[in-house]
Nanobody, 127 residues
């Protein structure tokens, strides 16, 4: 059963921008926190950005993307976004969105904190 569907991945030159989308098909009352992860070949899955789905929507970012990436949400469309600017070759990876029933906050980058995952969308950045 498909729960989360990502889109927007592409091949771009360094310095370019992309916006990833994640449509949520599971009941949104079961979503407390949403995040974007990425995984490059031979590397562990890494938390990129996360936010509370409700309330003020406090956001969290891994240091390597601060100031370049922005996570956001659209309740009307049941969709989360990851705006990626100033892309670098080291950003090349498969990007996944994930949701959690709990408000992870400071533990947002722990992979085991999430109960639903999308299938991923590929981002490739060339120098």
């Amino acid at each position: 059963q498909v729960k989360l569907v990502e889109s927007g991945g592409d091949s771009v030159q360094a310095g370019g921008s992309l916006r990833l989308s994640c449509v949520i098909y599971i009941p949104v009352y079961s979503v407390n926190f949403i995040a974007w992860f990425r995984q490059a070949p031979g590397k562990e899955r890494e938390g990129v950005a996360g936010m509370f789905w409700t309330g003020y929507g406090e956001t969290y970012y891994v240091d390597s993307v601060k100031g370049r990436f922005t996570i956001s949400r659209d309740y009307a469309k049941n969709t989360a976004y990851l705006q990626m600017d100033g892309l670098k070759p080291e950003d090349t990876a498969m990007y996944y969105c994930a949701t959690s029933r709990t408000g992870l906050g400071g533990r947002w980058s722990a992979v085991d904190g999430y109960n639903a995952w999308g299938q991923g969308t590929q981002v490739t950045v060339s120098s």
